[in-house]
């Protein structure tokens, strides 16, 4: 396998069009505000943490895992051209994606605890799992690294549906994708609308889905916020997080020139 | 020791559309194959096979008893230059070399640099500004460079001048001759080939109909020209692939052996024809099924 190569190249690539998505998001999220107020000549009340949300570093790591694990085709017909089978290409990806995640956690981290400390020193935690989790433990220290892990897990869950809706629409030709594109977020707005419907006759909270999801986050009615089961979502994650990677391998696999 | 690539059985049908049916072919290493077929005969898709991009429906490729599948090993030491642009658009030509150089085993540097010059190729540009012949060139340059065992080139002189043509066919024979490998080209310029290439595959209705050398294949085509009686009396029986007529001659295309009891007349020549002319007889349906 030329897996080496191939992962050398992946992250190269992945590692410079991350530092243009944190680049834009800067400048669209803080840049332009203050562009702005520049010429509204309110530059006397522009509070440079107004505009710097906490969450900016893990948005951008969501985002852009999501969309770049989603764009599969055009990787693969690189790599088919370069004598590189299917195989190589998704374990590669998965590599490069995996290591920008957890670059991208460590970024998270270093900027949840700048902004903690210097730009805005409210009482919001450096990881926001915390509110939810940061209590389970006796230690503060399994606490910190439980609730780490469910932020990855959250984001890798992020990326491998990117992963699956990415692969999926590489099997079918422009067209067909401009339809499902259209077309699926429609189906499924529909189908929120009747689940909201439904939430108005009967509240769902009542039902099996209700308990299924307060289930797969930990959340128990006798528990406090801050003290759901951890070991719930770290599960459920990991499962999601591997059936879609499974799905999404098998259909890389069946990724074809032309197709 | 470079094995050969071995191609068994192999069908491939696209919905209820049979495309290639039941092939058998073996590329030996160090020798330049012409594949010929008529617009839609299966020619892209059987390299497409071969090079794993698409998936057969039966049979196998292998080398050294691997299969070509998701096999990085054999994939590696394949390169297919076709007419799809897998490339990235907005990546520059430098950029696409280098890239080549890193996932295949090597690229001659030297090569590259010497053919971008020779051909006028702007390796600055980005590939989605490069014309149709410039697209060709420069897959053509990696084509020449790359480190594999076997190029296939799949329409490789598609947007590219007479005066490029001639530089890439003694660019292919200077290549060959530093550095032997196997070549696969499938071409419409027949005639342009038919001085390099050392076998011949003709696909017709999904099968190879011919797999022969070059010579071989030479040898068994006639030309029978005299008047039509004396054409027509000579030629009875034989294998007669095509006719023209000039006049009140007659020409008498017929593949393969003439029978050599039979007197020849005084008022008939026999000459060999050439592989173009041979090509469209050989595929030339209609003809075939009226003289048979």
């Known amino acids: ?259 | 020791m470079v094995k050969p690539i071995k191609i068994t059985h192999v069908s491939k049908t696209f919905g209820k559309q049979q495309v290639l049916d039941d092939i058998n072919l073996t590329i030996e290493p160090e020798t330049i194959y012409g594949l010929l077929g008529r617009n839609g005969a299966g020619k892209s898709t059987l390299f497409n096979i071969i090079t794993n991009r698409l998936p057969l429906t039966r049979g196998e490729v292998t080398i050294g008893g691997q299969s070509v599948t998701n096999n990085d090993a054999v994939l590696n030491r394949i390169y297919l230059m076709s007419e799809a642009n897998l490339y990235p658009s907005r990546m520059r030509v430098e950029d696409i070399f280098k890239l080549t150089k890193q996932l295949y085993q090597g690229m001659d540097e030297k090569l590259t640099q010497s053919l971008t010059q020779q051909f006028g190729l702007n390796s600055h540009a980005r590939f989605n500004k490069l014309s149709t012949g410039s697209r060709s060139i420069m897959k053509l340059i990696i084509a020449l460079a790359v480190d594999v065992d076997y190029v296939i080139l799949d329409e490789p002189t598609l947007g590219l001048d007479a005066n490029h043509r001639r530089m890439f066919y003694d660019a292919l024979l200077d290549s060959y001759a530093k550095r032997p490998r196997s070549f696969v080209i499938s071409t419409h310029l027949i005639e342009e080939v038919s001085q390099l290439i050392e076998r011949v595959w003709v696909l017709q209705d999904h099968r190879i109909m011919i797999d022969e050398t070059t010579e071989e294949m030479l040898n068994k085509g006639y030309a029978i020209t005299g008047p039509i009686n004396d054409v027509s009396t000579y030629t009875a029986g034989l294998n007669v692939i095509g006719h023209e007529e000039l006049g009140h001659l007659v020409v008498h295309y017929v593949y393969g052996d003439l029978d050599n009891d039979r007197p020849i007349p005084d008022t008939i020549s026999i000459s060999h024809i050439d592989l173009q002319r041979l090509f469209i007889y050989l595929t030339n349906q209609e003809v075939a099924k009226v003289e048979n």
């Open chain 1, 1 to 259: 396998m030329k897996i080496k190569a191939a992962f050398s190249y992946q992250l190269k690539n992945y590692f410079k069009s991350f530092g243009w998505v944190y680049l834009w998001s800067i400048a669209a999220v803080v840049i332009l505000p203050f562009l702005i107020s520049l010429i509204l000549g309110r530059i006397n009340v522009y509070d440079f943490s107004d505009y710097l949300p906490q969450m900016l570093p893990a948005l951008i790591l969501g985002f852009y895992l999501f969309v770049f694990g989603g764009i599969s085709y055009d990787g693969f017909k690189l790599f088919i051209q370069n004598g590189i089978g299917r195989k190589t290409y998704f374990y590669s990806k998965l590599a490069a994606l995996t290591t920008i995640l957890i670059v991208g956690e460590g970024i998270n981290l270093l900027y949840g605890a700048v902004y903690h400390q210097f730009i805005n020193a409210k009482q919001n935690p450096v990881m926001t799992f915390s509110v939810l989790y940061g209590h389970y433990f006796n230690s503060a220290t399994a606490n910190t690294v439980a609730v780490f892990i469910i932020t990855v897990l959250f984001i890798a869950c992020i990326m491998a549906t990117g992963m699956v809706i990415g692969s999926c629409l590489g099997l079918f030709n422009r067209r067909a994708q401009r339809i499902i594109i259209v077309g699926l977020p429609i189906i499924l707005f529909v189908l929120l609308a009747v689940l909201v419907m439904l939430n108005d006759q009967t509240s769902l909270k009542l039902t099996w889905l209700g308990d299924l999801l307060l289930y797969i986050v930990g959340m128990n009615q006798q528990v406090a916020t801050g003290h759901f089961n951890v070991f719930a979502p770290i599960i459920s994650g990991s499962i999601y997080t591997i059936v879609m990677l499974l799905i999404s391998y098998q259909l890389t696999l069946r990724f074809r020139v032309p197709r």
